[in-house]
T-cell receptor
Framework: NAGVMQNPRHLVRRRGQEARLRCSPV?????VYWYRQLPEEGLKFMVY????????ESGMPKERFSAEFPKEGPSILRIQQVVRGDSAAYFC??????????????FGQGTRLTVV | GESVGLHLPTLSVQEGDNSIINCAYS??????FIWYKQESGKGPQFIID?????DKRQGQRVTVLLNKTVKHLSLQIAATQPGDSAVYFC???????????FGTGTRLKVLA
């Protein structure tokens, strides 16, 4: 059984370029969460999606950032016109449902974005 | 609330000793708490969780204690091993989803 797969693992972009981060959830999981982690800090929630719907994007910056989770294919976190401050590790987690007594969210290995 | 850490606090313990990692959580409405272990270059790995209707929960070599009065969470690791070296994060949730609020983390170093 494959866990949460994120790619690429490392991504380098020049300022002003676009970054596209992909997350394939655990098979059968329809809930996806994106988090951002700066060096030496905890993870910060960005967005929560279910298939084809954004449920909660309260942690997303108002500009340049967007996320989707289409009916088919991986979830995508898209950052337009990247700036140096976007450099961070981006983690995706998936779960089969909302939080329940016998459920768990699984994290991927992350994508480390470096903006030069 | 949010906090910005310049350097993670570090706990150094001798191999074989017990470790206690502490965490102050922020939201009195949180009803679910979880500890994650994160090794360098990897994603968070589940260790143990506890719901707000409990004060203590035990796993294999790990125990989580919850004190809701002072909004404090602790992780105890028995007979600490070199493989336990990592950064440990507590996280809380009140939304019924996995929209966690993570703590700033503690780096555990196990000395041989």
């Amino acid at each position: 059984n494959a866990g949460v797969m994120q790619n690429p693992r490392h991504l380098v972009r020049r300022r002003g370029q676009e970054a596209r981060l992909r997350c394939s959830p655990v098979k059968g999981h329809s809930h996806v969460y994106w988090y951002r982690q700066l060096p030496e800090e905890g993870l910060k929630f960005m967005v929560y999606l279910q298939k084809e719907n954004i449920i909660d994007e309260s942690g997303m910056p108002k500009e340049r950032f967007s996320a989707e989770f289409p009916k088919e294919g991986p979830s995508i976190l898209r950052i337009q016109q990247v700036v140096r401050g976007d450099s961070a590790a981006y983690f995706c987690a998936s779960s089969p449902t909302t939080r329940g007594p016998d459920t768990e969210a699984f994290f991927g290995q992350g994508t480390r974005l470096t903006v030069v | 609330g949010e906090s910005v850490g310049l350097h993670l606090p570090t706990l150094s313990v001798q191999e074989g000793d017990n470790s206690i990692i502490n965490c102050a959580y922020s939201n009195s409405a949180s009803d679910y708490f979880i500890w994650y272990k994160q090794e360098s270059g990897k994603g968070p790995q589940f260790i143990i969780d506890i719901r707000s209707n409990m004060d203590k929960r035990q796993g294999q070599r790990v125990t989580v204690l919850l004190n809701k009065t002072v909004k404090h969470l602790s992780l105890q690791i028995a007979a600490t091993q070199p493989g336990d070296s990592a950064v440990y994060f507590c996280a809380e949730d009140s939304s019924g989803t996995y929209k966690y609020i993570f703590g700033t983390g503690t780096r555990l170093k196990v000395l041989a």
